[in-house]
């Protein structure tokens, strides 16, 4: 099974993408496809003598979606762009995946653009795992869809339920509407209708969860539109951040403090592990029909890792597959078109 | 000057909140008129033997709003509520603000029902300050309004940009809009829009921020639909307290790491103190012609102490006219109506 990865998007690439690549493919005994400019990426290779083992193939691509690019314009005009080109390998059945860390917004469109969508979806929706007091759990769409209907956040929902079962090892995922109040009536216009819709879709859905109750492990699956999903992830990093640097500047203030911080510094180090989003690295796309996994622009090797890891699981266990399923059990629709990539 | 206080609504009513009201009174050198059911008042007064200097008046009121009624309903059917009874002693001029721990739509519904809004305001926004790297912001809305349109946004950071001069002593604050990209092309139909309309309204607007950078202090103004800002404040509240819990958890796992965490505690309360909500304890109502703050329903008392000082202090600064001014500068709109309470 070969992944495909773009090794050209992301701030720190390709090194960082094609270091993280590698140590994931020798760890999973499987190969890479590296998708981008080919100079480049021979060179950043020559400095790894061990990438003997893992069995490496090239696409080359000229060209390149710039973060702050807007992605639809881009996607059009570059048929050459390394995450295209990282897409239509999955599409042409040469790879199970695609991973990337460049533009986010031109991973998706490359994605929905190359592998269509599943029947029944109308909406892909962008996953991600957040960490909560009793372990993991997902939290869609983070921002493929800024406006979303009451059907598309129970499709979501359906979605989602199977990257719980698959990921965070949950057989039976209870779901959560993200909203300003528990009560059925709380929230906007979108909420309390897609709470009446959630209530009649035979998901284990508990009703709103309040924001401040995502990070509590009450819910396996919390569905938000992309807005608000985007605006909430965002905030939680802001806020570790800020945290980590008041705290620090805190603990450097006196000698006492700062004795006190090294001798607790491996308790520091293990709670950033648990709070730390590189640990999972990157999110799937859920809808599509392929694999598609973006991470962080700022991705860390351990990131793309991790990232590269999760789509080659997901891969394994024929995720795109039982999301087809999950939604045709949901609409009773008819049976889901081809899967892209699951020859790969 | 006299500060209404709403001695029944919130969770540990009426002990913290008379407690909080009367450390603000002692040292600010203000009267309170607390408003609630009589006996139960007294009975916590009687405690307090040094309730002494502080001129307190009673407004007997026989019912309350409880947490999770329907605020709407309750404030139509409860006349005699005590947050209705507190609203109208600053309408007739006998107190110059109102503080309700109470259900929080309740409290606003008194203060809009009271009050009135302020000419060329269409929606109040409520206003929360939140630690940021250089200091404070303030967010707005942060659930007045669950459906806003551009427009606004647009009063909201005018109101937004009195609050932090008057509270944050910024005096040409930068306003910023919460979106899920830097360009102004990025967010939803809403943010869009606003943003085109903040870019000409006169005021310092820096664009969009992401949710990531809301603590960064880049904006003193952050402005943003109810559900938004709402789920933003949520989520962080939630955060800090798993990544306490989480923390204190790995802190207490060795002895080393639970010594060093002694050593260093008095970093961790100073920390706790930069990012504790409740050093400002209360958020103002913005756009109704009186002064009315809320605290949580779970104020301690410190809380309900910072927030009746707020509403002493903003009363005193005329802050509702200042709003008024800022509205009727922003619209060009004719001479604000009148202000209640100011006289009190």
Same mark, same amino acid.
């Given at each position: 099974?070969?992944?495909?990865?773009?090794?050209?998007?992301?701030?720190?690439?390709?090194?960082?993408?094609?270091?993280?690549?590698?140590?994931?493919?020798?760890?999973?005994?499987?190969?890479?496809?590296?998708?981008?400019?080919?100079?480049?990426?021979?060179?950043?290779?020559?400095?790894?003598?061990?990438?003997?083992?893992?069995?490496?193939?090239?696409?080359?691509?000229?060209?390149?979606?710039?973060?702050?690019?807007?992605?639809?314009?881009?996607?059009?005009?570059?048929?050459?762009?390394?995450?295209?080109?990282?897409?239509?390998?999955?599409?042409?059945?040469?790879?199970?995946?695609?991973?990337?860390?460049?533009?986010?917004?031109?991973?998706?469109?490359?994605?929905?653009?190359?592998?269509? /969508?599943? @029947?029944?979806?109308? #909406?892909?929706?962008?996953?991600?795992?957040?960490?909560?007091?009793? $372990?993991? =759990?997902? +939290? *869609?769409?983070?921002?493929?869809?800024?406006?979303?209907?009451?059907?598309?956040?129970?499709?979501?929902?359906?979605?989602?339920?199977?990257?719980?079962?698959?990921?965070?090892?949950?057989?039976?995922?209870?779901?959560?509407?993200?909203?300003?109040?528990?009560?059925?009536?709380?929230?906007?216009?979108?909420?309390?209708?897609?709470?009446?819709?959630?209530?009649?879709?035979?998901?284990?859905?508990?009703?709103?969860?309040?924001?401040?109750?995502?990070?509590?492990?009450?819910?396996?699956?919390?569905?938000?539109?992309?807005?608000?999903?985007?605006?909430?992830?965002?905030?939680?990093?802001?806020?570790?951040?800020?945290?980590?640097?008041?705290?620090?500047?805190?603990?450097?203030?006196?000698?006492?403090?700062?004795?006190?911080?090294? /001798?607790? @510094?491996?308790?520091? #180090?293990?709670?950033?592990?648990?709070?730390?989003?590189?640990?999972? $690295?990157? =999110?799937? +796309? *859920?809808?599509?029909?392929?694999?598609?996994?973006?991470?962080?622009?700022?991705?860390?090797?351990?990131?793309?890792?991790?990232?590269?890891?999760?789509?080659?699981?997901?891969?394994?266990?024929?995720?795109?597959?039982?999301?087809?399923?999950?939604?045709?059990?949901?609409?009773?629709?008819?049976?889901?078109?081809?899967?892209?990539?699951?020859?790969?």
């Amino acid at each position: 099974m070969h992944i495909a990865i773009d090794a050209a998007g992301g701030d720190f690439a390709p090194r960082n993408i094609i270091d993280g690549a590698l140590v994931a493919a020798r760890h999973g005994g499987f190969g890479l496809t590296l998708v981008g400019h080919r100079p480049a990426i021979e060179a950043e290779l020559a400095r790894h003598g061990d990438a003997g083992p893992v069995d490496v193939r090239f696409v080359d691509a000229a060209d390149v979606v710039g973060v702050a690019e807007p992605p639809a314009a881009a996607i059009r005009r570059k048929p050459q762009a390394s995450v295209r080109q990282a897409a239509e390998v999955v599409a042409r059945g040469d790879a199970a995946a695609f991973f990337s860390a460049g533009n986010t917004g031109a991973a998706l469109l490359a994605a929905h653009a190359a592998f269509g /969508l599943l @029947s029944g979806v109308e #909406r892909p929706a962008l996953a991600t795992a957040i960490p909560t007091r009793r $372990g993991s =759990a997902v +939290l *869609l769409d983070a921002g493929a869809n800024v406006e979303c209907r009451p059907r598309h956040l129970v499709q979501f929902a359906a979605m989602g339920c199977v990257y719980a079962r698959l990921s965070l090892g949950v057989s039976r995922p209870r779901v959560g509407l993200l909203s300003i109040g528990e009560e059925a009536t709380k929230g906007n216009e979108l909420t309390r209708d897609a709470h009446r819709r959630l209530r009649d879709s035979g998901l284990d859905f508990i009703g709103n969860i309040e924001a401040r109750d995502i990070f509590s492990g009450q819910a396996d699956v919390i569905v938000c539109d992309g807005f608000t999903g985007n605006v909430a992830l965002k905030v939680s990093e802001g806020l570790v951040e800020m945290v980590e640097a008041l705290l620090r500047d805190e603990l450097n203030r006196t000698f006492t403090t700062r004795f006190g911080f090294l /001798l607790s @510094s491996r308790a520091f #180090r293990r709670f950033r592990r648990r709070v730390d989003y590189s640990e999972v $690295g990157g =999110a799937p +796309l *859920l809808g599509v029909a392929g694999l598609c996994v973006v991470g962080h622009g700022c991705s860390s090797v351990k990131a793309v890792r991790n990232a590269v890891v999760l789509a080659y699981r997901f891969a394994n266990q024929r995720f795109v597959e039982r999301v087809a399923g999950e939604i045709a059990a949901l609409s009773g629709a008819a049976r889901p078109g081809s899967v892209k990539g699951s020859s790969g």
